[in-house]
């Protein structure tokens, strides 16, 4: 919307009186020469040109706190589970500051997610910051889901933004549980959400998770997808006039992804953590998409989901080869490191001999790698495939791989 004869700065709060209807809140988002940009909060009707612009002094803040345990909320902290409003006992507006990089708790602890083929093969160090790489329908919701069940947290954080609305429901029923809502917080924006709610629904959802850290808990913090985040700033910047940068993506997303993942990570020393999971849409398993790569380059670590993989029935469909935690090598002795390669190496050698191996061209005895990976693969694929009620601790992740590589150690 464009409003001229305010004197107000980009991010301040206005509301758009319309006849007969509530006021439309919306938030300056650019200016030019006497021109204001303003973009609503939620959805639009009844507006008229010529309607009042009213600038806010001050804006409605949401209340932090223990009272936001098992609750749903959408982008601006209002309550989505009709179990009344939000009871704030204690609590206070809670803005949270930059931490400086040098004053951050180093990442020296593993974190427990409950599956098999990451805690043994892409362990995650409590404070990472990682990311889910897949196209549409390989099964990241699904994934995201079974951490937030299985992973040991004090509080789980939870931003659906930008997903069908179908899928909030579901992942509240069906994947959380009641038990899981019980120690979790979900923001929910979904798709038919104004760009600026669903890109609010982020930033809340990164300040809740930062509220719980520096009561020194220790929060894991899932969204639900980085891509739709990108999406919602790209609306916004497009409709004020930013031009169009790398594939139709303006300048300012590949500063606003930046911002929100720094935000995640440990805090002060002795203070708790974030560890952060999100998921990113890589439109055709694109993996150089723009959003897709910049988010790999900020990111400390990336978990890919092979399309083929999921085609054949492996589920979890984890890409072992294009994937990586760039924190492994901190938090894990190196025994582990090790056995992590050897899997990699037998898994990579079969699959590059596939075709040879599927047509009866490679002769046993030709290459000793080889015929270890033939043997193992079975083993291997057993290894990374895991049903969705299925949690596997550290241990038991270790003592698999173990059993795994055992027969070809010392050959």
Known sequence: MEAVGL????GNHCLVHVQGKPPIETEVVGFQNELTY???VQKVNGLQPG????PCEHTQQMQFGEHLRGRIVNGIGQPLDMHGPLQANNSQPYHSGTINPLEREPITQPLDVGIRAINSLLTVGRGQRLGLFAGSGVGKSVLLGMMTKFTTADIVVVGLVGERGREVKEFIEQ???????????????????APLMRLRAAQLSTQIAEYFRDQGQNVLLLMDSLTRYAQAQREIALAVGEPPATKGYPPSVFTKIPELVERAG????????????????TEGDDLQ???ADSARAILDGHVVLSRQLAEEGLYPAIDIEASISRVMPQVVPQTQIQHAQKFKQLLARYR???????IGAYKPGADKTIDQAIERFPHLTD?????????????????SLNAVLAPVEGK
């Open 175 to 193: 994947i959380l549980g009641e038990d899981g809502l019980q120690r979790a917080v979900v923001v929910a924006s979904p798709a038919d959400d």
């Open 51 to 54: 309607a009042r612009v009213q």
């Open 352 to 358: 590059a001999n596939r075709d040879l191996i599927a």
């Open 266 to 281: 440990n805090g002060k020393k002795g203070g708790g953590s974030v560890t952060a999971f999100y998921t990113v849409l």
């Open 383 to 399: 290894f990374i495939s895991q049903g969705m009620q299925q949690s596997a601790n550290f241990a038991e992740s270790l003592q």
């Open 7 to 10: 004197n107000v700065s980009i």
């Open 38 to 40: 303003l973009m609503p």
């Open 289 to 291: 998409d723009p959003v």
